[in-house]
């Protein structure tokens, strides 16, 4: 089990002016930052994060709302940090989001759904390694 995970505060957060909403509650829920940029994926690079969902009749969307626009990539930390960070977020539908989750504050729809959390450690490496060097990681 690692202690780290992946999560990038999507287009529309951003666009919608809650990234520092949203920030503030990965610290105030005991996250560490252990890497934070913004930056904005091209259509390839996000195709590219999100080849895992190439053959999903979704793909196309994901990927052309995830290079809409900027983005804060970060990787956290914290004790079972995957699970942790999964219940903080709530459900992918935020209609379907506890209360009280960043979903259920922030995200508009499925598809726009304000964050992206990984869903295993695994994936959490992976992820974290495609915006950051280990230089960037402290």
């Known amino acids: 089990m690692s202690n780290r995970t992946f999560t990038m505060i999507k287009p529309d957060a951003m666009k919608n002016g809650h990234a520092g909403a949203i920030l503030d509650r990965f610290i105030k829920e005991g996250f ?4 934070l940029k913004q930056t904005k994926l091209s259509a390839e690079k996000a195709g590219e994060f999100y080849a895992v969902h ?6 196309g969307e994901l990927v052309s709302f995830m290079s809409s626009g900027v983005i804060i990539a970060a990787i956290l930390e914290k004790e079972n940090a995957v699970a942790a ?18 979903r259920k504050l922030f995200a508009t ?9 990984s869903d295993s450690d695994e994936n959490a490496a992976i992820e974290g390694s495609f915006f950051f060097s280990g230089l960037e990681q402290f």
């Open 32 to 35: 560490r930052v252990v890497a």
């Open 54 to 59: 190439k053959e999903r009749p979704f793909y």
């Open 85 to 102: 960070f999964r219940k903080l977020i709530g459900a992918t539908n935020p209609a379907q989001a506890e209360e009280g989750t960043i």
């Open 109 to 117: 729809s499925l598809g726009e759904n304000a964050v992206h959390g």
